[in-house]
């Protein structure tokens, strides 16, 4: 199965524009698509969506305006990445040849937008990066069980482009010491990790975008459970954490589990909770928080265990949804359920049988604004000065071949 709610962004038949006055609900946030607002509808089913909602930016909406483009909701995902992502031919854009391929450097190092090609015949007005919408006040929370991040990067992207999470707890990440987050996440996420590190599966991890100020409080040592600290208005504080449950683990994983939730509630007695994962616990049943009898996959007491561990710390399970195939298997618990405004289910990221859960929680972390950086004006150095440093202080670096006694030498002064 493949990511596709990248749809959004893909190119095949025609966009309608905006529909008239009311009684046209936005099939996310339910409120009607007004005419002075940007919306669009799924080829597919019709049902109408904000802009906003679906985090189409600006620039996106009106590619998508002024090309014969198809636009499909989510629930619809009746396309596939991988036979649209790649290879789709863009009938009717008449692009001319590309005017000189070799003078443009392919920028490998920033997270260029998916759906915006490296080369085009026009000119790309710079700046035209889009930000997701984080002027959304609430925190919005992914949760996903990755079967190996590694070959999802570009996939993760677009989910990233798309929803504009704050927050994405992974499981299953398989990732090493080998792998750079930064080669698996924009430089708007900080990423916190806890590999497995006896063997290349399992492993949790938590990115929290930059603007939010967050901090590791907690990697377990037993179990793979981390958890990390972000800074709500009035010194208030969440703690969200990011837990695996191996299926073939026992009883005392589950207890370790739970001294280290207990221990982290004792030291942040204040905070909300949240703490998400794969728990590979299908045999409960969430509404009435009794085990299911019947064809049990796992023995009573794992499933027992989680629901008086949720139910003796207060936190509540909010996930309803089944996340693969008829199962529950990735759970969110809370302290704090009544701030818990919406949970969606997306279609799995790539390859991985899991379905990408979406939280949205009225919490409003403390955001920052852009940091100011400094630039230094190389126009007005006193370039005299420089030379005349560099003449008097660096000579005998002209006889110097190796480049780590240069470098050694210009540090030390
Ligand atoms: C098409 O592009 C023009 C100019 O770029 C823009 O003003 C217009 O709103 C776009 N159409 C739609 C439907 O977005
Ligand atoms: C996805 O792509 C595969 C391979 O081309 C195709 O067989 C399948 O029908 C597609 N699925 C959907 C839902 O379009
Ligand atoms: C491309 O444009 C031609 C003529 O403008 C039209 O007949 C054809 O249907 C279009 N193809 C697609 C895929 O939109
Ligand atoms: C881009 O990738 C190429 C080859 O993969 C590499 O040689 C080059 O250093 C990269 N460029 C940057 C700026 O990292
Ligand atoms: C869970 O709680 C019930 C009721 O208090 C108790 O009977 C049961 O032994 C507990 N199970 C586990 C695994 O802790």
């Not at 339910?30 to 597919?44: I, L, W, Y």
């Not at 959304?136 to 798309?162: C, D, M, P, Y």
């Not at 991890?205 to 208005?233: G, N, Q």
């Not at 009883?251 to 001294?259: G, P, Q, R």
Request: with cysteine.
């Amino acid at each position: 199965m493949s990511y596709r709610l990248l749809l959004i962004l893909l190119m095949i038949g025609g966009i309608e524009t905006n529909p008239g006055p009311v009684k046209y609900p936005c099939g996310f946030c339910e409120k009607p698509c007004k005419s002075n607002q940007k919306a669009v509808a799924c080829d597919e089913c019709n049902q109408w969506f904000h802009a906003k909602c679906m985090g189409i930016s600006d620039e996106s909406y009106h590619q998508l305006g002024n090309s014969s483009t198809s636009w499909f909701c989510t629930n619809c995902n009746s396309c596939n990445h991988s036979t649209t992502l790649y290879d789709v031919p863009l009938s009717n854009n008449s692009f001319s040849l590309l005017s000189d391929c070799s003078s443009h450097s392919l920028d490998n190092t920033t997270s260029s937008s998916i759906w915006s090609p490296l080369l085009t015949s026009s000119p790309k007005t710079s700046n035209s990066r889009v930000i997701p919408n984080h002027q959304r006040k609430g925190l919005r929370t992914i949760i996903t069980n990755f079967q190996s991040i590694k070959n999802k990067a570009a996939e993760l992207e677009v989910l990233i482009e798309t929803t504009a999470p704050d927050v994405i707890i992974g499981t299953e990440t398989w990732t090493n010491k080998d792998i750079l987050s930064s080669e698996l996440f924009p430089d708007t996420y900080t990423v916190y990790r806890r590999d497995r590190g006896t063997d290349n599966y399992g492993g949790v991890l938590i990115a929290v975008h930059t603007s939010l100020t967050s901090s590791e409080i907690f990697s377990s040592k037993a179990v793979e459970l981390i958890a990390v600290k972000i800074d709500l208005p009035n010194g208030k504080q969440l703690i969200v954490s990011s837990f695996y449950r191996p299926p073939g683990s026992g009883e005392s994983y589950l207890d370790s589990f739970k001294e280290d939730i207990t221990s982290l509630k004792q030291q942040h007695k204040k905070a909300i909770f949240h703490i998400g994962g794969d728990f590979n616990a299908p045999d409960i049943d969430w509404k009435s928080h009794n085990v299911l009898s019947g064809n049990n996959i796992y023995p009573k007491y794992i499933s027992e265990s989680i629901v008086n561990t949720s139910e003796e710390l207060g936190l509540e399970q909010v996930i309803t949804c089944k996340t693969r195939g008829d199962n529950i298997l990735d759970l969110l618990f809370t302290s704090h359920p009544t701030l818990i405004e919406k949970i969606r289910s997306l279609p799995p990221i790539g390859k991985a049988d899991h379905d990408v859960i979406l939280c949205d929680a009225a919490v409003e972390p403390v955001r920052s604004k852009h940091q100011r950086r400094e630039i230094f004006l190389w126009k007005r150095a006193n370039m005299d000065a420089i030379r005349e440093e560099i003449k008097n202080n660096y000579k005998e670096c002209d006889n110097i071949r190796d480049i780590n006694l240069i470098w050694a030498k210009f540090k030390d002064r």
